[in-house]
């Protein structure tokens, strides 16, 4: 089945601020490995949350199947993937 | 009301309001409060292995057998460490284990302490969670919710890791909260439009497909979806196929039963997969043993994939329908919304695949035949927990399975010296039934220091070692691969006999085929445990073989030229 061509995708993953759950997380994208090109971790906003968002250039499927992965893992409370290019700018910046 | 508990005392407090009866585990330095509260709670029954890995296969067998938690305890550091392997298989099989280990004390973290290791950073990507306890106050909400997440959803091991000093701190306790706290949990998947046109759409190609197929995996197991596939492949007449950890989950002598597909799959099983126009896989992450080279797998095939972890959807193989719940759930609106049908020609076609093959094994003793007298001798109804090698594929083609869930193994992760420890597991959850741990002489090697936890805490595990001198399936691949250079697969073996007695164990040889119905008969009817060893052909091959990354397609089906044992 041909795969549509790499593009940027910007997954965006809502976690518990908890190193163990944060170590979990990097070990997923090492694990599953993941083709990421930025990555960066900030406070939620919101008590006990972070926000970890990182690139991947990868077919839309792919993107799809890492957001599942952590979409499944333990402290994780929400994953958003975007297609964007500005918006992927503007999260690793 | 409340009282004043140390950590230790509401550990094993918590477990024994989880429901836990059974613990298998190993004491040491920094799990020593925990071992001196255990006393006092007599419902909890300990097993003393020889060695952590085996408590950790114990707990994973006992878990599989009986679909309940299967616990593990050890120490800091060598204990914790040697857990590993078997949350790991665990982790691959999707057993629902809850491991507790020790951990130095809390000022010591850190500073390289004696038997200190990180014990979380290593079970990380084996575990779906794992705990690292720094306050007293939490230990009881960390057990409830360590509990509840390894059964829930896709089931897998946790770890709980408790420093020494939390074990001996003193509180007030009282009863625990259900989750612990700001723990989020990954949503299960449940009802809703897209599940039930999903449904639709698969009952759609199932009713135009000429060249069905059900393939069906350890999913159904966990769901107990026995019933429900039996009654869909019977309305539709698709004939089935279990992998190697669905074996069981539908009656091997059913006349739509195929067998196992994949690398040692037969031929007509994986002719037919590669012929199909329409699976249906249930609860299979259709892994590369099943698949081989996933560029030539079913390449006519449309894939209809239910399974309840949303990432295998698409992971390994392209899907035209992708169903996310529990394997139950769906088979179940699946059944209702497919119209009666039959495969007749299908079938037939299928038999036309069919290949005999007449291979000589040393004194009759054939691998059929010896798994025939064990399923004669406990009247086919027994577990059996098998090792990882030739003869675990040959369990996995050959014997009858009738009952469900009768077949456990180390699948994902081929864990050697899985089936002696998993097996004294599966006792303990199915104490009135029989038993067999069926092992190569590699593996049992690996863990035959488990017959005397066996014997020390009663548990009658009949024991099956197939002896032929190698590592097999290792100088199979050297055979075929590696232009017959047996390079470290001769293993030496110590008198099985002399060692089974030397534990206090009835310990059998056979060497012929004349001896088989007496001999495991007798082992059979052992009201302890009892081992038989047999001296089977030294270079059988298991076939057909797909090679490693090769095609469904293209089987070796004899030896290469110039190799000899076949």
Redesign the interface.
């Given at each position: 089945?041909p795969s549509a061509p790499p593009s940027a995708h910007t997954v965006a993953v809502l976690?518990?601020d908890?190193l163990?759950t944060l170590?979990?997380a990097f070990?997923v994208l090492r694990?599953r490995n993941v083709p990421i090109e930025g990555l960066a971790l900030h406070p939620s906003g919101t008590a006990?949350e972070s926000r970890l968002t990182f690139v991947l250039r990868a077919d839309a499927?792919t993107a799809d199947?890492v957001a599942?992965?952590f979409?499944?893992?333990?402290?994780?409370?929400s994953v958003m993937v975007l297609a964007n290019e500005d918006s992927t700018t503007e999260a690793t910046r | 009301m409340s009282e004043m508990l140390s950590g230790a005392e509401i550990l094993c407090r918590a477990l024994v309001d989880a429901g836990v009866e059974v613990i298998f585990g190993y004491p040491g330095g920094a799990i020593m409060p925990f071992y001196h509260a255990l006393p006092d709670h007599p419902r909890l029954r300990h097993i003393l292995v020889r060695h952590e890995q085996a408590a950790a296969h114990a707990a994973d067998g006992y878990a599989r057998a009986s679909g309940r938690v299967g616990v593990c305890v050890a120490t800091s550091g060598p204990g914790a460490t040697n857990l590993v392997t078997g949350l790991a298989a665990a982790h691959m099989d999707n057993s629902p284990v809850v491991a507790i280990t020790g951990q130095v004390s809390r000022p010591m973290i850190g500073r390289d302490a004696f038997q200190e290791t990180d014990i979380?950073?290593i079970t990380?990507?084996i575990t779906?969670?794992?705990?690292?306890v720094q306050d007293v106050t939490e230990l009881a909400e960390v057990v409830a919710d360590a509990m509840a997440?390894a059964v829930e959803?896709?089931p897998g091991p946790v770890l709980i890791d408790v420093p020494k000093d939390v074990q001996n701190q003193k509180i007030e306790y009282g009863a625990p909260r259900a989750r612990a706290r700001?723990?989020?949990?990954?949503q299960t998947p449940g009802a809703g439009p897209g599940l039930e046109d999903g449904v639709r759409k698969a009952a759609r190609l199932i009713a135009g497909a000429e060249r069905p197929l059900l393939m069906v995996g350890h999913g159904v197991i966990l769901a107990q979806a026995y019933a429900e596939v039996r009654a869909l492949a019977e309305k539709t007449g698709i004939p089935v196929i279990t992998t190697l950890l669905g074996i069981s989950a539908f009656p091997d002598g059913h006349p739509l039963h195929l067998g196992m597909p994949g690398m040692h799959g037969e031929v007509h099983v994986n002719r037919a997969i590669q012929h199909a126009d329409v699976i249906i896989g249930i609860g299979l992450r259709f892994d590369d043993r099943v698949t081989g080279n996933t560029a030539s797998f079913a390449p006519q095939a449309r894939i209809i994939h239910i399974d309840l972890?949303?990432?295998e959807?698409?992971?390994n193989v392209?899907v035209a329908v992708g169903i996310v719940g529990d394997a139950r759930d769906i088979t179940r609106r699946l059944l209702a919304a497919v119209e009666p049908r039959r495969c007749e020609r299908w079938l037939e076609h299928i038999r036309g695949f069919v290949r005999t093959r007449a291979e000589s094994y040393r004194g009759g003793l054939s691998p059929e035949a010896i798994l025939a007298s064990i399923y004669e001798a406990s009247h086919g109804d027994c577990t059996i927990v098998t090792d990882v090698g030739q003869h675990q594929m040959w369990v996995a083609k050959l014997y009858p399975y009738q009952h469900p869930n009768s077949h456990i193994t180390s699948g994902g992760l081929g864990a050697m010296g899985f089936a002696v420890p998993a097996a004294m597991g599966v006792h303990l959850a199915r104490p009135s039934g029989t038993v067999w741990a069926i092992s190569g002489d590699g593996g049992f090697q690996m863990n035959m220091a488990e017959m005397a936890t066996m014997v020390q805490e009663g548990l009658p595990v009949k024991m099956a070692v197939f002896n032929n001198g190698y590592l097999g399936m290792v100088r199979q691949w050297q055979q075929f691969f590696h232009e017959k250079r047996y390079s470290c697969t001769p293993i030496w073996s110590p008198d099985y006999v002399k060692l089974a007695e030397a534990y206090g164990i009835p310990g059998y040889r056979v060497g012929d085929a004349s001896e088989l119905a007496e001999t495991v008969g007798q082992a059979n009817t052992q009201p302890g445990p009892a081992l038989v060893e047999f001296m089977i052909e030294q270079e059988a091959n298991v076939f057909p073989m797909i090679p490693p990354g090769g095609s469904l397609s293209e089987p070796i089906e004899t030896a290469p030229a110039g190799a000899t044992g076949d």
């Open positions: 089945m976690l518990d908890a163990v170590n979990r070990g694990t006990g499927a199947r599942q992965q979409h499944k893992m333990m402290g994780v409370r | 979380i950073g990380l990507p779906k969670k794992n705990y690292l997440v959803g896709r700001g723990q989020s949990r990954p972890d949303r990432a959807i698409g992971k392209p």
